[in-house]
């Protein structure tokens, strides 16, 4: 039996996270009926777990620093999940989560590791210029097509100009478009085995350290120069 959703206003989650700040434990913001929120320029000194709620909107942390974790496993996001130019002193979890708009996480670093394993995602990933310090884990992720007012969004994920200190994961992956990997850096493995890309899957210049693993890998083309 699912867990009933508590109604926070945006008041009521700021005054959640000050006072976990306070006390030096976690933001418990789990399992709550929470509205479209954004932060901008603000340094929280405290982990956020979202984990189960419904946020009726979309989600933004531009220019921010978050010293802990940030948990949106289980969650759904009506809209938008955005990171820009953010610094994340933990990890990234989202976990078997449905967001119905894009995932856009440009030009931030993640000290520990992102956990998308199992999320359902409408419109396109995008993960360019992201720094991990840890894993990058899109196993099972499945990326669709969405239709907006202004047009079709394809169901894309672009991990370019990136750096991942440990492995990146998308095995069993699903991409409704396209895949572009181009002059991404990873020290670890990059393992693609049974993932799908139902468009081109482009790896050129793509540096992989560790091993790169391939079996089952689906895709309409694929361009491809490994170093």
Known sequence: MNKPLE??????????????????????????????????EKEINTSLNFEGSTIQGAVYFDNCTINGNINFSNCLIYTTLYFDNSQINGSLIVKNARIREVVNLISSKFKKNINFEGSKISGFLGLNKIWVGGNLNLKKVEVFDIDTPTGKIRGDIYLKKAKIVGSVVLKEAFFQGLGDFQETDIDGNFNLENAQFQEILILTGTSVEGETIAQGLKCKNLIAHLT
Request: charged share 35%.
């Open 7 to 40: 109604r926070f206003t945006f008041d009521q989650l700021l005054r959640e996270i000050r006072n976990a700040e306070k006390e030096n434990r976690p933001a418990d913001l789990s399992y709550k009926l929470l509205p479209e929120f954004s932060f901008s």
